[in-house]
């Protein structure tokens, strides 16, 4: 239960910023079905005749007790709308468009572009296609830039191809993310990719520290020294300007202390957290703890759709379940412009 009713209209009217959006987690299911209709796509249905986006919806979105690893299967289903440049095109134009009604000015989307050629399209032509989404976006009023996610069970060669990639569109693609299985791959088997983001000037956030708490007590304490260990690599060895979620730093003072002393800023999505769960509860999240400690915390959607939120709805859920409030939000929004990777 939350701790306060907070109402939704205040947290709409602040001028936002959105640091942490994936494009193929964002996606309008109603867009999904036209998609699927028009290049005959099959998705998941519950066997009625015709795909309706709310079923459809029903079906992908996460739920509280998936973990990240159930949570990723989802994009599976997403991915295959996004295959053609039109459905690329159209689905970041509307990203923008559903961003910019929330009243969010400033954005920076993510995706990794290699997930996107398995029809045969051209790599530079999925740049192409989101970049003319982002352009035809700024008639509803929102400035985005790209942010490249390297994935985490990808060769390190796949994930340099990236940032090179990356770097033919500098200025309009800014970052390079590490996203995925943290289970399995934690970030410093992607060492060389930081590495070769770094030396062309990109700048860097990472996922780290989101893995699901267990009631394993044994197996529970692995993770946790796992993704408190991430968070060390992400910030003494792969030059992270910021990180997504950072959730494990909550059992680790040190690490904390280490992050703020560094000025990183740490994005923080409550929904996503508890649906992966990184947390169990929203009382137990961490972001006001973070924010008191003096990290520079900012809110974030993670998946618009398949998390089933939006930005002020994330601000005012954080509201709800601690002490923070209204005025700390406007704080995190200017911490979050702050932070925006600019040239
Ligand atoms: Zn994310």
Same mark, same amino acid.
């Given at each position: ?190 060492? +060389? ?5 770094? %030396?062309?000037? @990109?700048?860097? #956030?990472?996922?780290?520290? /989101? *893995?699901? =708490? ?81 990290? +520079? ?5 993670? %998946?618009?759709? @398949?998390?089933? #939120?939006?930005?002020?709805? /994330? *601000?005012? =859920? ?26």
């Amino acid at each position: 239960m939350p701790k306060k009713q907070v109402s939704l209209k205040p947290f709409r009217n602040i001028r936002k910023c959105e640091l942490h959006a994936h494009i193929d987690g964002s996606i309008r299911p109603q867009t999904m079905v036209d998609i699927a209709k028009k290049e005959d796509i099959r998705l998941p249905t519950d066997d009625s005749l015709e795909l309706d986006p709310d079923t459809l919806h029903g079906l992908i979105k996460f739920r509280i007790g998936m973990d990240l690893k159930t949570c990723l299967e989802s994009f599976k289903v997403t991915l295959k709308v996004m295959q053609s440049y039109e459905s690329i095109r159209r689905i970041t134009m509307e990203l923008c468009e559903d961003l910019a009604k929330d009243n969010v000015t400033d954005a920076e989307l993510r995706y990794c572009p290699t997930l996107h050629i398995q029809n045969g399209l051209k790599l530079d032509d999925v740049v192409k296609a989101t970049l003319e989404g982002i352009e035809e976006g700024k008639k509803f009023g929102i400035d985005a830039r790209l942010i490249f996610c390297a994935i985490r069970d990808f060769p390190v060669a796949e994930n340099m191809k990236l940032v090179r990639l990356a770097g033919k569109y500098q200025g309009r693609v800014v970052g390079i993310d590490l996203a995925g299985n943290e289970y399995d791959h934690p970030p410093e088997e992607h060492k +060389k990719v930081f590495d070769l983001a770094n %030396d062309m000037k @990109l700048y860097i #956030t990472a996922h780290g520290g /989101e *893995m699901k =708490k267990l009631f394993n007590k044994t197996k529970q304490k692995a993770i946790i020294e796992q993704g408190i260990k991430n968070m060390y690599t992400l910030m003494r060895e792969c030059h992270v300007d910021r990180v997504g979620h950072g959730v494990s730093m909550m059992y680790d003072k040190n690490c904390m202390r280490e992050f703020k002393d560094r000025g990183l800023t740490l994005e923080v999505s409550f929904t996503s957290n508890r649906q992966t769960g990184a947390i169990t509860r929203y009382e137990q999240h961490p972001v006001e703890r973070f924010f008191r400690f003096g990290i +520079k915390t900012v809110m974030c959607s993670d %998946d618009l759709m @398949l998390c089933d #939120t939006d930005l002020s709805k /994330e *601000m005012r =859920k954080a509201c709800e379940h601690s002490d923070l409030s209204i005025n700390d939000m406007e704080k995190m929004t200017k911490y979050a412009h702050d932070a925006r990777f600019i040239y």
